[in-house]
């Protein structure tokens, strides 16, 4: 079995920056296509950046283009990065790191097999 765990979220300012991580841990995971996902009080949870598995291919909501980039480091277990530049309060939400059995990057959450606990940023303004 695959456990993730988000790190990196926390109480910010608008305009700040923020990096959040996952870790993979259990079994070796590596070559799957992975993404963060994010949850606001009373909305459905959302797509905000993947993946693929061999890392050459990324996506991105077009409410964070240009502003937060995802990255991977991949060994024996796999370590997913999001950095998070001009951080706006509609940003505040729970991000969640989620990875997939297979490598193709998807943008539904239904796609994704493995989930962590979230971990909450909150933007002030």
């Known amino acids: 079995q695959v456990q993730l765990a988000e790190s990196g979220g926390g109480l910010v300012q608008a305009g700040d920056s923020l990096r959040l991580s996952c870790t993979s841990s259990g079994r070796a995971y590596n070559g799957a296509a992975m993404g963060w996902f994010r949850q606001a009080p009373g909305k459905e949870r959302e797509f905000v950046a993947g993946?693929?598995?061999?890392?050459?291919?990324?996506?991105y909501a077009n409410s964070v283009k240009g502003r937060f980039t995802i990255s991977r480091e991949s060994d024996y277990n796999t370590k997913l990065h999001l950095q998070m530049t001009s951080l706006k309060p509609e940003d505040t939400a729970v991000y969640f790191c989620?990875?997939?059995?297979?490598?193709?990057?998807?943008?539904?959450?239904?796609?994704?097999?493995?989930w962590g606990q979230g971990t909450q940023v909150t933007v002030s303004s």
């Open positions: 989620a990875g997939r059995t297979g490598t193709l990057l998807e943008t539904q959450t239904q796609k994704y097999t493995y």
């Open positions: 993946l693929s598995g061999t890392g050459g291919v990324t996506d």
